[in-house]
């Protein structure tokens, strides 16, 4: 992507795709300013806190800024830990957006926001088709996207392009989902969730980060933007893909119920759910994706992890 020597403020920085994405600009000689909340050494690093007012001025000599801190979801919900999980979210990117868009006001602004967003958007859909024109699913993860992504929209109000990545389940053997999954299925204790019927939608981490610094050069991407590979697979299909990569069988099936035991409303909402999506604009666009495949996708991850 022809975004070297650019300036990119990144949040989130220290989760999987935030790290991957700061090794990756920086590679390509862009010079990476990080948000913390803590003091930096670096000159490019700005200080902020979710909620309150972040200075214009400290981002104004950004081109992009890229939106990625948050919440995890993972673990049981609780009532505060569905607030923190929409406080995380909604406080931090209104207060991202907001400072945007006054530096778009004042000059020297960034030309781009990229405020991450998840395919939970669409909530559990069975086999339906769908695009980033489907509408929004029910749930509390579909309510979160909703309001996730319009807490964007000062930003794009003032005419800065947003770009709404809806990410799908990240592939990388270095953490997420797969890296916890891999030493079940090492052992030969992997199975499908529940029936294995539903689908589930997922991205290798470098065509995640591809597709950010595609989002960032790109001048006609803006709105939501399914960050999925072309090809989503069911669960079945999934665990059968993951232990073949690791010539291992996959015949311990985990029960819904005893999911849903463990994990309550989170094991419906995120691991049940069935979300069939298609990254439709960034086919459109062009974007190269380098691991279209779960099959290649999985043994690759599985070959590095040795």
């Not at 830990?81 to 979210?89: A, C, V």
């Not at 029960?255 to 995120?270: I, K, N, S, V």
């Amino acid at each position: 992507m022809l975004i070297n020597a650019m300036k990119v403020l990144v949040s989130g920085s220290s989760g999987l795709v935030g790290s991957a994405l700061v090794r990756k600009l920086e590679g390509s000689g862009s010079h990476v300013g990080r948000l913390v909340r803590t003091s930096s050494a670096s000159s490019l690093d700005v200080p902020w806190k979710p909620g309150e007012p972040l200075d214009p001025e400290l981002i104004s000599g950004f081109d992009a800024v890229v939106h990625l801190a948050g919440r995890n979801l993972a673990g049981r919900w609780s009532d505060r830990m569905k607030r923190e999980i929409r406080e995380s979210r909604l406080l931090g990117t209104a207060t991202i957006a907001r400072a945007v868009a006054s530096a778009f006001r004042a000059c020297g602004r960034p030309s781009v926001l990229v405020s991450a967003s998840a395919i939970g958007y669409y909530g559990n859909r069975g086999r339906e088709l769908l695009t980033e024109s489907s509408a929004s699913g029910s749930g509390f993860l579909a309510e979160l996207c909703r309001d996730w992504e319009s807490a964007a929209s000062p930003a794009a109000e003032a005419g800065v392009r947003v770009v709404l990545p809806r990410l799908g389940v990240v592939l990388s053997g270095e953490g997420g989902a797969l890296a916890r999954l891999l030493p079940i299925f090492r052992l030969g204790l992997g199975g499908r969730v529940g029936n294995g019927r539903r689908y589930w939608s997922w991205i290798a981490l470098e065509d995640v980060i591809g597709a950010i610094e595609f989002a960032i050069a790109n001048p006609t991407l803006s709105g939501p933007v399914n960050l999925t590979a072309p090809s989503p697979v069911t669960n079945a299909g999934f665990t059968t893909a993951l232990a073949h990569a690791l010539r291992r069988p996959a015949v311990f099936p985990v029960p819904a119920f005893a999911l849903r035991l463990a994990l309550g409303e989170m094991a419906d909402e995120a691991l049940l759910a069935s979300q069939r999506v298609q990254p439709e604009k960034l086919l459109k666009a062009g974007f190269p994706f380098t691991h279209p495949q779960l099959d290649e996708t999985l043994e690759q991850i599985c070959e590095r992890r040795g």
